[in-house]
């Protein structure tokens, strides 16, 4: 069993804000493939498979084998699992919503996180985490405009569902992380969960040219990437704490929807994301908070 790591803060920002970057380059890949006519589910089966052999190449040529030794198969599993209905959720949502305001929604992670915590973790949430989490469905509610046919409302809530997804398999991956390393962790999910999306290839895959498949590797590489970066960062510091830069994927889909898609995000969607972002900085700031030292322990504890 592996030493819990350190707390190192600045790092585990830095490795958050690469991990975002990588994803969004995912996302656009994603919607790129789709718009060629690639099945949601034969992407899926690509993205993961391709990130077996890389992290058993990287362990040979490092570690050895033994690095992805652990104690926890089960529990690697049922990430896979939930993994797996995350990944359909999210996609999809890349592929029926413009990026950016895929990416928005996503964005509602941490107001998942709260509720999740009350149900799950029987936490006593207060009048400040209660309001962020009002604040960011009225965020979503300016940005979707039920009725408006501004995009498909079911695309909407697709989204959604992929963040509280997210949400859900943080809390695995913080626990993860307390036993085995990101790299075994990312193995694991990619190793249990190809073989699910593998039971739909028979019916949903097709032939590609070049360009398919140039960007089904893409997608792989990408999101191994990401993946890894994004596990990594829980590794070194807290969600509540890294969780803001999540942000900075915003730019990456604006910047891609206009580049890749020649879409760019209309007003309702400027409207709606400072509601939804400041309901995550409440939620980052009174996590933060709650689980900083009372500064009369840490004088005591210094003898002052």
Avoid: C
Avoid at 33 to 57: C, D, K, N, S, V
Avoid at 126 to 150: D, E, K, M, N, T
Avoid at 246 to 272: E, I, Q
């Amino acid at each position: 069993m592996h030493a819990a790591p350190a707390s190192r803060p600045l790092l585990a920002l830095l490795i958050r804000l690469g991990a975002i970057g990588a994803l969004a380059t995912m996302s656009a890949l994603i919607k790129l493939a789709a718009e060629r006519g690639i099945h949601l589910l034969e992407i899926m089966f690509w993205r993961q498979f391709i990130t077996i052999p890389m992290a058993l190449g990287w362990v040979m040529a490092t570690s050895g084998i033994g690095a992805l030794a652990t104690r926890r198969p089960g529990t690697h599993f049922l990430r896979g699992l939930y993994g797996t209905i995350g990944m359909v959720l999210n996609f999809a949502a890349v592929i029926l919503l413009p990026l950016a305001e895929a990416t928005t929604i996503n964005f509602t992670v941490p107001i998942w996180a709260v509720l999740l915590s009350i149900v799950l973790l029987k936490e006593n949430v207060g009048v400040w985490r209660w309001s962020a989490v009002l604040l960011g469905f009225a965020g979503i509610l300016v940005i979707a405009q039920p009725g408006s046919g501004h995009f498909p409302l079911h695309g909407a809530l697709v989204a959604l569902g992929g963040a509280f997804m997210i949400a859900l398999i943080s809390i695995q991956i913080a626990d993860l992380n307390r036993t085995d390393k990101p790299l075994t962790i990312v193995f694991y999910f990619a190793l249990f969960s190809a073989p699910l999306s593998a039971l739909s290839l028979p019916f949903v895959m097709t032939a590609h040219d070049a360009g398919g498949w140039l960007l089904l590797l893409g997608i792989g590489l990408a999101g191994s990437a990401g993946q890894l970066l994004l596990t990594a960062a829980l590794r070194f510091g807290k969600v509540a704490s890294v969780i803001v830069m999540d942000y900075s994927g915003l730019f990456w889909a604006t910047l891609y929807g206009w580049l890749l898609f020649a879409t760019l995000p209309p007003a309702s969607t400027w409207l709606g994301v400072p509601l939804i972002v400041a309901a995550g900085l409440i939620i980052a700031w009174r996590e933060h908070r709650l689980t900083r030292p009372d500064e009369r322990d840490i004088a005591r504890a210094e003898g002052t």
